[in-house]
């Protein structure tokens, strides 16, 4: 049996990729295949509950230990992710480790730190960065309602999440339209949909 395919979007906060991947899950269903979407951080879970109450600004937690809940709740996801690609379904991930080195490295901890509670999970096997400037994404609705919603700091993350790029990342530019956007992303799935068939599951991150 094909193994599904771990397809992941990064990228700054309000730049499309919620509703990217919720187009690309309606999508690669419509074309007869399995896929699911997951987003991080997965805030329905306890420790999700403890990130959404730092990110609503209703608690305050030190640097280093909110990057360890971010790290913790893809970890609890592990076994999951890996069995529904396991079981052939596709998982279009919404932010991922990447997001979680980027955040935290752009408010002052050191990057080699950032990476270590991450060492050994799942890798992706396809991984879009969409790309914009900050001044643009600061005009799009909501901006600001969280706390890492603010020009300094998205613009450090934009560096940072540079500087972490892969280079298999695909970078989008995500001033383009939706549709255009969605049409380069469901290609580039196909693609990879059709090469990981048959190759094992690849933990290892980083
Ligand atoms: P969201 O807007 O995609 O729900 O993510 C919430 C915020 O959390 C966003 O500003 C990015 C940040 N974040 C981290 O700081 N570390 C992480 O590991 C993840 C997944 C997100
Ligand atoms: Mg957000």
Same mark, same amino acid.
């Given at each position: ?76 996801? &592990?076994?999951? $992710?890996?069995?529904? %690609? =396991?079981?052939?379904?596709?998982? +279009? #991930? @919404? ?61 450090? &993350?934009?560096? $940072?999440?540079?500087? %972490? =790029?892969?280079?298999?990342?695909? +970078? #989008? @530019? ?33």
């Amino acid at each position: 049996m094909s193994r599904g395919a771990f397809i992941l979007l990064e990228g700054c906060d309000r730049t499309g990729k919620s509703t990217q991947a919720q187009m690309l899950v309606d999508r690669l269903t419509q074309l007869g295949h399995r896929a699911i979407l997951w987003k991080f951080p997965d805030r329905t879970t306890g420790i999700g509950h403890m990130i959404n109450g730092y990110l609503a600004k209703h608690q305050d937690l030190n640097d280093q230990a909110i990057h360890l809940l971010f790290s913790a709740n893809r970890w609890e996801a &592990v076994e999951q $992710l890996a069995n529904h %690609l =396991r079981s052939g379904t596709h998982l +279009v #991930v @919404d932010r991922y480790a990447y997001s979680g080195v980027a955040f935290s490295a752009a408010k002052g901890l050191d990057l080699e730190w950032c990476k270590q509670p991450d060492v050994g999970l799942l890798k992706p096997d396809l991984t879009f960065f969409l790309d914009m400037p900050i001044q643009a994404s600061m005009q799009r609705g909501g901006f600001g309602e969280e706390r890492y919603e603010k020009e300094e700091l998205q613009t450090r &993350v934009r560096d $940072l999440f540079l500087k %972490l =790029r892969e280079p298999d990342w695909k +970078v #989008v @530019d995500a001033t383009e339209t939706i549709d255009q956007i969605h049409e380069k992303l469901t290609k580039a799935a196909q693609e990879t949909i059709q090469t990981v068939a048959s190759r094992e599951l690849q933990y290892g991150l980083w």
